[in-house]
């Protein structure tokens, strides 16, 4: 969710509910200024579950990588 630091502050109390079931990223003047995050959810935990998804005996050059990705586009 993306709401800005006005709204944020008028509202702190609902945002603080909030933020327990998703990420809030604040804006200023059109730019990310900050994200209030669950400290509930292990984020680190489910980036190290990824480790390993990606073949280790094939070559991923970044050339390949950059070809791959646009070729799905």
Do not use: C, H, W
């Not at 945002?15 to 327990?20: S, T, V």
């Not at 730019?31 to 990606?54: F, M």
């Amino acid at each position: 969710m993306v709401i800005t630091a006005t709204e944020f502050k008028t509202n702190l109390g609902k945002y603080l509910e909030l933020a327990a079931a998703q990420d809030i990223f604040i804006t200023k003047n059109g730019k990310n200024i900050a994200r209030l995050t669950s400290p509930s959810v292990n984020k680190l935990a489910i980036l190290d579950s990824l480790i390993g998804i990606a073949p280790q005996n094939e070559d991923l050059s970044e050339k390949v990588i950059r070809e791959e990705r646009l070729a799905r586009q």
